[in-house]
């Protein structure tokens, strides 16, 4: 009786281990990336690894580090396949001071007319206006007999606040990944479905693929990188700035009249608030003049603004999947 053949395992083993120094990897290569190395896909000879399944691009290498000094794509895989970033750095916004001003501040009294000289038989109103460069003299004899001046009300306006300017410092990236590849992936003979290995690439010792937005690991490219991304959305803004006038102080009495219908001379008296004015007894009037200088805004009102506050973030755009072996 013939003996059995002895099923030798020391090829397979020889064949990782070939794989290995195909690759130039060695133990703990891929620790960043999360997984172990993987032997070629069944039916890939040495030497070759799977093509990447459609929708995907490599297979390559990786060029990875810090964003400002991340390495280049250099020869034999000086293709740049696509570069992506990882860890969106977004420093603090500023929005601009918000700055109003005050104009136009006045205060205004209604008086009531009256047709007797004691303020008794009202026949209209009248309004009247004073402000720090305003101030009215009433010909009296032009107002009926009497008046009475009701308590008078600040107003004042305030200029729009310009648009926001926000200092908005621009984002940056921590790192940055390339995937660099030959000029050109030679076939594997008799297998189709394989390409020449790639290994050995700047800092990098996976042989990678990589497809745009959010994938799921193919098979036999089984081990995800964290999700890079090509660009980022920068929605910040400020709000626009809010103003409120806070009105000051009008004056505590009406004004002081005169002799002179052009209140000139010297003043012979005061008038109130509420008090019936310019007459007497007899309804004649008193004075033939009242200067309005008595409430006319003394205790400056404000323009007050807010503080706004910054609006949106910043978003990666752009996910960039990469799967490794």
Not at 66 to 81: F, L
Not at 272 to 293: K, N, P, R
């Amino acid at each position: 009786m013939r003996p059995r053949p002895v099923l030798s395992l020391a090829l397979p083993l020889l064949g990782v281990v070939a794989c290995n120094q195909i690759f130039g990897l060695q133990e703990g290569a891929l620790a960043d990336a999360g997984g172990s190395f993987s032997p070629p896909a069944v039916g890939c000879p040495e030497n070759c690894v799977p093509r990447a399944p459609v929708g995907w691009t490599g297979p390559m290498v990786l060029a990875k580090g810090e964003a400002t000094s991340a390495p280049r794509c250099t020869e034999p895989y000086a293709v740049e396949s696509f570069v992506a970033h990882r860890d969106l750095k977004v420093e603090t916004m500023k929005c601009s001071v918000c700055t109003s001003t005050l104009t136009d501040e006045k205060c205004t009294t209604v008086a009531t007319v009256y047709s007797d000289s004691n303020c008794q038989t009202a026949v209209g109103s009248q309004s009247f206006v004073a402000s720090a460069a305003t101030i009215p003299c009433l010909e009296t004899s032009t107002y009926g007999k009497s008046l009475r001046f009701g308590a008078p009300s600040i107003s004042g306006k305030c200029s729009p606040p310009p648009p926001q300017t926000p200092t908005k410092p621009m984002p940056t990236w921590g790192s940055t990944v390339r995937g660099c590849s030959p000029q050109t992936l030679e076939a594997c003979s008799n297998a189709p479905e394989c390409v020449a290995a790639v290994a050995g690439g700047p800092a990098s010792a996976q042989t990678c693929i990589f497809a745009v937005g959010e994938q799921a690991c193919p098979l036999d490219y089984p081990t995800k990188l964290a999700t890079a991304f090509q660009s980022f959305d920068d929605q910040r803004s400020c709000e626009e700035c809010g103003v409120q006038y806070i009105g000051g102080d009008c004056g505590s009495g009406v004004g002081g009249s005169y002799v002179s219908p052009t209140c000139s001379g010297n003043v012979q008296g005061y008038y109130s608030f509420g008090t019936c004015s310019y007459a007497d007894a007899q309804g004649t009037t008193v004075t033939a003049g009242m200067l309005l200088d008595g409430f006319r805004p003394y205790n400056v009102g404000a323009c007050a603004v807010s503080t706004p506050k910054p609006e949106g973030a910043v978003t990666p755009r752009g996910p960039v999947s990469i799967c490794c072996r």
